[in-house]
């Protein structure tokens, strides 16, 4: 299974694009953000993560779609995204892509197909997602597509990459309220 948009590719993820992962992951930049991701980010981890997901995409009753975010122009991955704990009603959205490819727009073309493929093609009714506060940048995109913010948890999350106890802000989508 694939999503396409005008600049990439989401499909499942394959072990040749460890490399690509390790060279957009392995950044404090990108990893302080993320709940799960080491700081420094191995071959070995990127490895783990590929098999891990490559194992949830055979399950028969899916409640994981993890993609990593092919660049058509680069045919490289850039980065994940993915719907997490799917279960018929809704699910939690989550992204990454690598420092170099910020600010090009490539957040809200894989922001936009991982929405339209919750909401068209999973029949979903209600996206969530959180967001460490201090990240404004992947809650202003969050909000470009809808969502709204619908509480904040203080001290609820310890961040794998750097150790800090972090607040999360948390954010809702629901199909009747989406904006493309």
């Given amino acids: 299974m694939k999503l396409e948009t005008k600049r990439l590719i989401l499909r499942p993820l394959r072990m040749s694009d460890a ?3 390790v060279e957009n992951g392995n950044n ?3 990893s302080r953000w993320l709940l799960v991701v080491p700081y420094p980010y191995t071959l070995k981890d990127a490895r783990s993560w590929i098999k891990h997901n490559q194992e949830k995409w055979k399950k028969k009753k899916k409640e ?5 975010i092919e ?3 680069e045919r490289r991955i850039i980065g ?9 009603h809704s699910a939690e959205i989550g992204y990454w892509i690598g420092e170099k490819y910020h600010n090009k727009g490539y ?7 991982l929405i339209n493929f919750a909401f068209k093609r ?3 009714s209600r996206l969530e997602a959180g967001v460490f506060a ?7 995109l969050l909000e470009k597509y809808g969502f709204e913010k619908e509480g904040y948890k203080r001290q609820a999350r310890v961040c794998k990459a750097d150790g800090k106890v972090k607040d999360e802000i948390l954010y809702g989508l629901l199909k009747k309220e989406y904006r493309r």
């Fill in 134 to 140: 201090g990240n404004p940048s992947s809650g202003r």
């Fill in 71 to 73: 660049i058509k122009e």
């Fill in 122 to 124: 999973l029949k979903l």
């Fill in 107 to 113: 957040g809200s073309e894989m922001l936009n197909a």
């Fill in 19 to 21: 490399k690509d992962i």
């Fill in 80 to 88: 994940g995204g993915g719907l997490h704990h799917v279960n018929g």
């Fill in 28 to 30: 404090l930049n990108i």
């Fill in 64 to 68: 994981d779609y993890t993609f990593g």
